[in-house]
């Protein structure tokens, strides 16, 4: 099944929508599951989400002031290509025609999703992108509520700390439990501006970038409910498209006996052949 490819700018909304439309498309398969004329007990769909979180991706991977590499990293932005490879590799892992993945991220760079697209489109399956549509301005004031937050917190933990070793110790666990919820961490300013100017919008004029769909902060649950099941008709109802592999990716089917070395070898051994025979039999011809 396809993979949805969510992305929008930093602090915009993007997990929340994810994991909403994580939920919906979890009631749509366990109905098709309960429709389902087949005896056999397994989901027709298996569903997968995917994200920074679950992989353990620091979200300072994406900062690229050389100031704040750490130990042990090649430069900047090879954290950053780690990480992205990390994704590509779990993606790759589950992407099948029977399984929806949900990647939930940034996805900013155009190549990074034409990359995905053609990862998709390799095995059969379509792409669709959903943008999370959100204001510079108020997605900055989110990452500046969290960023607020965030030094009340180490404030806190500190004063925590000063007191008894047993209180200080309690309440700082509280503490660092509420504030390291990865969706709720900040970015630091630098960075989060960098990442906007970097922002490569999805255009649904471009294959690898189509369907997009977009929801906006304002839509309510009702409006996101419509835009989920337009993605659920796209992916696995009577939208869905067939996807067909270009020709250059497509392996070549084998030998059936294994023998495909020597298939190979000997059908060129006689194209070379017969090209000799007919050099001698012409001569050759003459050379301009």
Known sequence: MPLVIVSGLPTSGKTHRAKQLQAHLAKRIAAAAADSSSSSKQPPYRLHYISDSTLSISR??????PDKVRAHTRSANASEKDARAAVYGAVKRVLTDRDIVILDGLNYIKGWRYQLHCESKAVRTPSVVLQIGC????????????????????????????????????EGDDVRGESEEVEEQPYDRENWENLVFRYEEPN??????????????????????KVFDDIWDAVAGTGRKVVKPNQATVQRS?????DYLYVLDRETQDVVKK??????????GEVK
Request: net charge negative; charged share 35%; aromatic share 6%.
């Open 135 to 170: 204001g510079v301005d108020r997605a900055r004031g989110i990452n500046e509520e969290r960023l607020r937050r965030r030094e009340e917190a180490a404030a806190t933990s500190t004063t925590a700390a000063t007191g008894s070793e047993v209180e200080g110790k309690a």
């Open 204 to 225: 649904p004029m471009t294959r690898w970038d189509s369907p997009l769909f977009t929801l906006i902060w304002d839509d309510d649950e009702t409006q996101a409910g």
């Open 60 to 65: 300072d991977v994406y900062d690229l002031d």
């Open 275 to 284: 090209i000799l025979e007919r050099q001698g039999d012409e001569g050759g």
């Open 254 to 258: 084998r030998d059936a006996g294994g």
